[in-house]
């Protein structure tokens, strides 16, 4: 297991109904309770705070002004356009460090010209990084991250990658057969990076990320994220129950953790 010794912020997908979380496991599937409008509020208070102190996370590679980040990965400067107004248009720290693994161990995963799905993509920084180590890409989030989205990820890729990234609408666990049938749509790595966090959608994450890493789909899923509460906890327990999971690497720091896994036969 690799460590590593960077971190920033990044959160994406938006709160998309009740505040709930996770209590307890069963056969993979999550078994949720409502939550008190006390821990809501507790918990949003953590991720504002966490986000309004990114810009001293940073080491001096990255350099923050207000609304945009730049960052050097894959032989490139890349440029992300931030929005405060929502989680999905900021960048947290699983987005960097698993950017980061990505760039410093291409002979275990090689991206070039591998179909590379990103769900969650928010302001697109990880799926940058992977246009650029040669995937072909298609980045998704919910329809109103779509534009924002698109902007960084046309701004750094156009005339370096290999092939023109792609950007859909992806509403976890919403019209995935319709939209996403499978093996129509199949990639080989499925790519998550901070999309745990309090929102009401973690089992539809879940279920989002069994329909495109399935049985005899032989695709590999790359999680990265950062523990901030207990239900980070709880939804690791149901990841590792759903998938054949090995633990890639750490950053201590920011306690992000990055996950490999692939699909129970």
């Not at 939550?35 to 949003?44: A, L, N, Y």
């Not at 929005?83 to 161990?105: K, R, V």
């Not at 993509?121 to 919910?142: H, K, P, Q, Y």
Request: hydrophobic content about 35%.
């Amino acid at each position: 297991m690799e460590r590593l010794s960077t971190g920033s912020e990044h959160v994406r997908q938006r709160d998309c109904g009740k505040k709930q979380e996770m209590d307890d496991k069963q056969g993979g599937k999550l078994q949720v309770k409502q939550r008190t409008t006390d821990e809501v509020s507790t918990d949003q208070k953590v991720m504002a705070g966490e986000a309004s102190d990114r810009r001293n996370i940073w080491e001096p590679s990255v350099y923050y002004a207000l609304g945009k980040e730049s960052f050097y990965f894959a032989g490139q400067d890349i440029s992300i356009r931030e929005s405060m107004d929502t989680y999905g248009a900021l960048i947290w720290p699983g987005a960097i460090a698993l950017s980061q693994f990505l760039e410093n161990n291409q002979q275990q995963v090689n991206l070039m010209d591998k179909a590379v799905l990103e769900i969650g993509a928010g302001t697109g920084l990880l799926s940058i990084v992977a246009s650029l180590l040669g995937a072909w890409v298609t980045a998704t989030d919910l329809p109103d991250i779509l534009s924002n989205l698109t902007f960084n990820l046309m701004r750094n890729t156009k005339g370096r990658s290999r092939y023109t990234p792609q950007v859909a609408a992806l509403t976890w666990a919403k019209n995935l057969e319709r939209d996403f049938p499978y093996p129509s749509y199949r990639y080989d790595y499925v790519l998550a990076a901070d999309v745990v966090y309090p929102h009401g959608c973690l089992e539809e994450l879940l279920e989002t990320m069994r329909h495109f890493c399935r049985p005899g789909s032989r695709t590999t899923l790359l999680w990265a994220n950062k523990i901030r509460f207990e239900s980070d906890l709880r939804f690791t327990e149901c990841f590792e129950s759903s998938f054949n999971s090995i633990l890639l690497a750490e950053l201590p720091q920011e306690e992000v953790r990055i996950y490999k896994a692939t699909a129970k036969e």
